[in-house]
């Protein structure tokens, strides 16, 4: 059975277009380029409106690490609370401690605001000292899925540590994602994944478009066809 099939998308033109060409799931954000912060309201709002699919949307409030400050996590809160009133499917995000851990204090809180949405801890995770360990935390807290690139600068390069993930990981998703092109795409196809995360984006000048030849292509490649 082939692998469930998010796409990453921070526009309401991309967003239909993912749609369009068979997407079964959308990570919602802003700012690709800089690894996605939380969308606008308005994003949100027409996305909603607009896109029959599941919407999972990101909550970061700004690029840069995952440490955050009081502030930053009173607004994290905030927008997790107008996510779930606006309609998401779920909720996408995630902390790291100072020394690079996982925030388990933190991690527990923002999985108790999306409450009952399922929450995803996002790519955090691949600057995450001891995955392991903080898999094992995920676990415990409740967390549906990790996204993940296997601390490597692509899924396919990161390939044994998701399949180490994926031994490990006793009912949370390992999710592959980033950096997945058509011509790896088989190398984390070979894992056999239930999920699969990718964008379909490529770099024009200082930003990321979405190629709709290109992600089309991927998509047929997971789905067989």
Do not use: W
Request: charged share 20%; glycine share 10%; aromatic share 4%.
């Amino acid at each position: 059975m082939p692998p469930l099939i998010e796409v990453c998308v921070d526009s309401l033109a991309s967003a239909l277009t993912a749609q369009a060409l068979g997407a079964d799931r959308l990570e919602l954000c802003a700012n690709l380029p800089i690894g996605g912060t939380t969308p606008s309201p308005g994003l949100l709002r027409l996305a909603r409106e607009r896109v029959s699919l599941p919407l999972h949307v990101l909550i970061r409030p700004r690029g840069a690490d995952f440490v955050y400050a009081p502030a930053e996590i009173e607004t994290m809160l905030a927008d997790i609370a107008f996510a779930k009133a606006a309609g998401a499917d779920g909720i996408v995000c995630g902390a790291l401690t100072f020394d690079g851990r996982l925030d388990e204090t933190l991690t527990r809180m923002l999985i108790e605001a999306a409450a009952p949405l399922p929450f995803t801890f996002h790519r955090a995770f691949d600057v995450c000292v001891e995955p392991l360990d903080a898999l094992s935390v995920l676990q415990t807290l409740g967390a549906a899925r990790v996204l993940t690139s296997g601390q490597a600068p692509s899924a396919a390069q990161g390939v044994p540590l998701l399949r180490e993930c994926m031994r490990a990981s006793g009912g949370v998703i390992i999710m592959p994602g980033g950096g997945i092109t058509p011509d790896n795409l088989g190398a984390v196809l070979a894992l056999r994944p239930a999920e699969i995360h990718f964008s379909g984006t490529v770099r024009v000048g200082e930003g990321l478009v979405l190629d709709k030849a290109r992600l089309g292509g991927m998509i047929r490649v997971v789905r067989g066809s």
